[in-house]
């Protein structure tokens, strides 16, 4: 194949030497590798994916070179654009994603839900544009890791179209094709059976089910499972617990979970199309009014900021603009002023530069001035500012000169820029000013450049959020300690657009030394935000035991409850922070308040497994068998969520074995055999668990453990005295339900 001119959209093959020396590996996969490549010429990034071909399938790259073309002709913004192959690394040349993966990001950052829905969607819209093809593009190989983000969060679909289905082709070599590549827990429980039936649309559907619970939770599906134990489970209509959703999603959350569980239907005739779960989607989330997908500057434009308020972190991530991103200026050739400045030959460049250049305007609005800023050369910037620059143009993002200069920590310049009548107080398109980039850079030296020439140390950017806010969500100290010393005395306790004070924000995220500066200077410890949280409730949740005692010390009050009902003691006991339940308790927390759904911590310990806060809460206090919703123990939801140690634990207490839940009359045995939990039900009998109890509905424990098929629990309850005998209200007996279920083992079993 010939080099044909990338800009005409043409399919190419492109020379190794085509590329920069500098190759930086940005990610490793099963297969090969991941490469940010710089192309010499026009000086654009893309991606290069490698492939280690003793790796492959030994057919593997000769079909991907006969299919690239076409994918190449894959054109969305939803989808990763192709753009040829390098054969002499063995390669696919694609759109360069900043950002990464969505199965890293999910792993480092905590997602707002407004931002999880809104990835979902954009997953979704990349998909239903493959399957609208004709025929449909299948995927067979969609996963987090092969779902991309841009430099402004947006997800695109990566790695279509590697994974095919061959005339012929056995189950079993197309499973472990799958699995080479880590893809057990989204492969759909038909794949594993005898079904003829070659994969369809409906494989990729089920993928995408397992992919929002993943966006969901910001958990791994089947985490810790061997890959045996996952084809067993995902064959019986086992699926990634729901119950790992956080328990303060949104209301409409629910909705998107019943988009979800259609998507992973055991049956695939049930499975909706993508085209059916996009108007769901969009749907929902027109009701939540999230904004839609927007496209991305792809010349350095983004900025340091994350997707905000969407993206929470530490840290967030930095993309600064470089000289590398700077488009080629094909009016004036090889030896244009851009071109001096990628190759840092500022001499030349200030000779050549003339008015005209300064006054010229380049893709997204950006003058001559961003970009000599972007190259950091001092002398060159003050040249050009002298030739007539004007000093606060903007980009089409908003962006000053000085805003990329603070970005880029340039401190001369910077100086220079102010001392050239740069207006400090000048905001981009989200009223983020140079205060609000250098706080949340924690740049403590430019922080004070711009309070001494100006700048607004209380400004507020879009969503509400002072400098004050990001530098305490951030822990930078110094900076905290600058702006408070410009700032009144009430700022220490302004609120962003979610209510959240300064110290809210230094709370959760576990910054002791700022938020005892913070209550020191008279900030509330008892302040709540719009949800009706404290900074005792977000850093006790977060496991941050240091400042939970530093939060109790200054008198945070340890017992009130969120708009939902929690407790910082709910929190703490939810994810398990068993210290922290010790500290509240022993400082007069109640220990069994309850939820608007009637939880207590004791329940909501039980459920997520977490047994030694289970113990913690009962030897100060904490009721083992109270009830919840329904009428359910913490016993009842430990058996529920196959918690065996927890149900241990729980008996050891002596949590009663034989207490009914209100609506259909289950005892905790019941539970179990319903959740095929050997261990719980072994733990029940052992401690008297009536093994003939009769529900609402008067079926046994035998009854579900043989609706379940579970051989081992049928036996251990035949073992003690479980009577095969007695009938449903529908009049069947535990063999009926059995062979009704088609359970043969447990017909067999029962038979005898």
């Excluded at 309850?594 to 004791?602: A, N, R, V």
Aim: hydrophobic share 40%.
């Amino acid at each position: 194949m010939d080099c044909c001119d990338e800009s005409s959209g043409q399919f190419r093959n492109f020379k190794k030497e085509d590329f920069e020396a500098d190759w930086i590996k940005v990610a490793e996969c099963r297969l090969g590798q991941v490469y940010r490549v710089k192309l010499k010429l026009q000086q654009e990034k893309y991606a290069l994916k490698s492939f280690d071909t003793t790796l492959c399938a030994s057919n593997f790259y000769r079909r991907l070179i006969e299919e690239a073309s076409n994918m190449a002709k894959v054109k969305s913004k939803y989808i990763v654009s192709i753009y040829g192959l390098c054969t002499e690394a063995t390669a696919v040349v694609m759109e360069h994603m900043s950002n990464g993966s969505l199965n890293n990001l999910l792993a480092s950052h905590t997602l707002m839900w407004p931002k999880k829905f809104q990835m979902i969607h954009e997953a979704s819209m990349g998909m239903n544009f493959l399957h609208s093809m004709k025929p449909p593009l299948l995927h067979l190989n969609l996963k987090t890791s092969n779902i991309l983000l841009d430099g402004l969060l947006h997800v695109k679909i990566s790695d279509f179209g590697l994974v095919h289905w061959e005339e012929g082709m056995s189950k079993k070599l197309f499973v472990e094709n799958l699995t080479v590549r880590g893809n057990i827990s989204y492969i759909p429980p038909e794949t594993f059976t005898q079904c003829p039936n070659p994969p369809g649309t409906t494989f990729d559907v089920y993928s995408f089910g397992i992919v929002m619970w993943e966006i969901l939770t910001q958990q791994k599906p089947y985490a810790g499972c061997s890959m045996t134990t996952v084809l067993l489970q995902v064959s019986h209509g086992k699926r990634p617990c729901v119950e790992m959703i956080s328990e303060q999603k949104p209301l409409d959350c629910d909705q998107m979970v019943n988009i979800m569980r259609q998507c992973w239907d055991q049956d695939r005739r049930r499975r909706p199309q993508f085209s059916d779960t996009v108007r769901k989607i969009e749907a929902l989330i027109g009701v939540l009014k999230i904004p839609g997908p927007i496209q991305c500057q792809e010349n350095g434009d983004e900025g340091q900021k994350s997707d905000y308020p969407w993206l929470v972190s530490p840290v967030h991530k930095i993309a600064l603009p470089e000289m590398s991103d700077l488009p080629s200026d094909d009016h004036h050739g090889k030896d244009s002023v851009l071109s001096l400045l990628i190759k840092k030959d500022f001499g030349s460049f200030r000779q050549t530069v003339r008015r005209e250049h300064v006054s010229k305007q380049f893709p997204g609005a950006k003058s001559l001035l961003h970009y000599t800023v972007a190259s950091g050369d001092a002398e060159s910037v003050e040249h050009v500012l002298i030739l007539g620059a004007e000093v606060n143009c903007l980009t089409a993002r908003g962006y000053t000169p000085l805003i990329i200069a603070v970005l880029h920590r340039l401190h001369e310049i910077i100086s220079l820029l102010l001392e050239h009548g740069a207006a400090a107080t000048q905001g981009d398109e989200d009223q983020w000013t140079a205060l609000h980039f250098a706080a949340q850079n924690g740049d403590d030296r430019t922080v004070r450049l711009l309070l001494d020439k100006g700048a607004v140390a209380d400004a507020r950017e879009k969503a509400g959020w002072m400098p004050l806010h990001l530098a305490c969500q951030n822990g930078h100290d110094t900076v905290v300690r600058l702006l408070l010393s410009r700032l009144s005395e009430e700022a220490v306790s302004e609120r962003e657009s979610q209510g959240r004070t300064p110290l809210h924000l230094a709370s959760a995220y576990g910054h002791l030394n700022i938020a005892k500066l913070l209550l020191s200077q008279g900030a509330d410890p008892n302040a709540t935000d719009c949800s009706l949280s404290t900074a005792l409730h977000l850093s006790a949740e977060e496991g941050h035991n240091r400042v939970v005692r530093q939060l109790v010390k200054s008198g945070a009050n340890v017992d009130c409850a969120d708009s939902r009902g929690y407790t910082q003691l709910h929190l703490a006991a939810l994810k398990g922070h068993t210290g922290i339940c010790r500290q509240l308790l022993l400082n007069g927390a109640s220990p069994n308040p309850k939820t608007l759904k009637g939880w207590t911590p004791m329940h909501l310990a039980a459920l997520k497994g977490h047994d030694a806060t289970v113990v913690q809460l009962e030897s100060q206090g904490g009721c083992v068998n109270i009830r919840g919703e329904n009428g359910w123990t913490p016993l009842h939801l430990a058996c529920h969520q196959d918690e065996p140690e927890v149900v241990e634990k729980l008996l050891a207490t002596k949590a009663n074995p034989n207490v009914l839940e209100d609506s259909e009359g289950w005892t905790p045995l019941h539970v179990a055999c319903s959740s095929t939990s050997l261990p719980s039900v072994l733990h029940l009998i052992s401690h008297h668990a009536d093994v003939n109890a009769v529900n609402s509905g008067k079926a046994t424990p035998l009854h579900l453990a043989a609706q379940h098929g579970c051989m081992p629990i049928v036996n251990a309850l035949l073992v003690n005295g479980a009577d095969r005998t007695l009938l449903d209200s529908s009049g069947s007996t535990a063999l009926d339900v059995a062979r009704r279920c088609e359970k043969w083992e447990i017909v067999q079993l029962l038979e005898k």
